[in-house]
């Protein structure tokens, strides 16, 4: 059964100080991971899209990497603006690229 | 360029009754999803459209039925709403093949 699991669920930091957040996946045939930001009562924000182990993609203070069996996306030097939920998603086997699962997403507070 | 757009914001039902929600996809998108995304969870595919045919569709009852129009918008339908139902509703919009971009969402309450 396809699976995206997220960890932690929740993680909170100080202004500046650099983490990670984890997006495991279980799928036949990754056909995308996709990052997500989503601020409260609001639609999530499109971030990064990785098709292939190995690849590397950053944003302002954030880089999202992938490997065969999950995702990182690290955060360097965040400041109170980055708190959100950060959610990943990939396609459902035999699904259509708009069929999504998605994790249940990590909730970042940063603290000035 | 204007984004997805939706509505309403917000809506307030009472069990048992039916809800219209509406949805504009971005410019040059011609593909709209559908996701249920209750509080504290990831979005939940609901069903796709595209071509004003029902592509696909998730693990959701015949209560919840769909629409495209011509101008690629969509309507999002469910009867005899039940409080479960409660949530935040969210259209999504792709060309075919690239990412989906979200609209803000409709929140749903049934009472």
């Known amino acids: 059964e396809d699976q995206v699991t997220q960890s932690p669920e929740a993680l909170r930091l100080q202004e500046g100080e650099s983490s990670s957040l984890n997006c495991s996946y279980t799928v036949s045939g990754l056909r995308g991971l996709f990052w997500y930001r989503q601020d409260p009562g609001k639609g999530p924000e499109f971030l990064f899209t990785?098709?292939?182990a190995g690849e590397e993609k950053e944003k302002e203070r954030l880089k999202a990497t992938l490997t065969k069996k999950e995702s990182f996306l690290h955060i360097t030097a965040p400041k109170p603006e980055d708190s959100a939920t950060y959610l990943c998603a990939t396609p459902e086997t035999g699904g259509s690229q708009g069929n999504l699962i998605f994790g249940k997403g990590t909730k970042l507070s940063v603290k000035p | 360029d204007a984004g997805v757009t939706q509505s309403p914001t917000h809506l307030i039902k009472t069990r048992g009754q039916q809800v219209t929600l509406r949805c504009s996809p971005k410019?040059?998108?011609?593909?709209v999803s559908w996701y249920q995304q209750a509080l504290g969870q990831g979005p939940q595919f609901i069903f796709q459209y595209y071509e004003e045919e029902e592509r696909q569709r998730g693990n959701f009852p015949d209560r919840f039925s769909g629409h495209q129009f011509p101008n690629y918008s969509s309507e999002l339908n469910v009867n005899a709403l039940l409080l479960g139902d409660s949530a935040l509703y969210l259209c999504?919009?792709?060309?075919?093949?690239?990412?989906?971009?979200f609209g803000p969402g409709t929140r749903l309450t049934v009472t």
């Open positions: 410019s040059g998108h011609d593909t």
């Open positions: 999504a919009s792709t060309q075919q093949g690239y990412e989906q971009y």
């Open positions: 990785l098709y292939s």
